[in-house]
Nanobody, 119 residues
């Protein structure tokens, strides 16, 4: 079992920045299982949950089209933590951001953190 704890959400103005953190209760990334991964998804009111960014053990990153060039995912293996640096925020980035971990093909989700971008 893996617990994921997100932090760093909040209210920010258009054009501002935020950094989200997701701490896992155990190590996710492994040099022996390249598809173990962590990432971020988001869900706005009335919309489906969508990909924001993912990062695999093999250091492969994948970004949603709407955040490419503005958001960056990174990790700290020693802290079992993945980060999402969000720059040039737009009102349409407003959503609940969820952390996801894939560990040996099992999927875990965090509780989510609210990000609100005001214009």
């Amino acid at each position: 079992q893996v617990q994921l704890v997100e932090s760093g959400g909040g209210l920010v103005q258009v054009g501002g920045s935020l950094r989200l953190s997701c701490a896992a209760s155990r190590s996710i990334f492994s040099s022996f299982f390249s598809m173990n991964a962590m990432g971020w998804y988001r869900q706005a009111p009335g919309k489906q949950r969508e990909l924001v960014a993912t990062l695999t053990s093999g250091d492969t990153t994948n970004y949603g089209d709407s955040v490419k060039g503005r958001f960056t995912i990174s990790r700290d293996n020693a802290k079992n933590t993945v980060y999402l640096q969000m720059n040039s925020l737009k009102p349409e980035d407003t959503a609940v951001y969820y952390c996801k971990a894939v560990l040996y093909q099992s999927i875990y989700w965090g509780q989510g953190t609210q990000v609100t971008v005001s214009s």
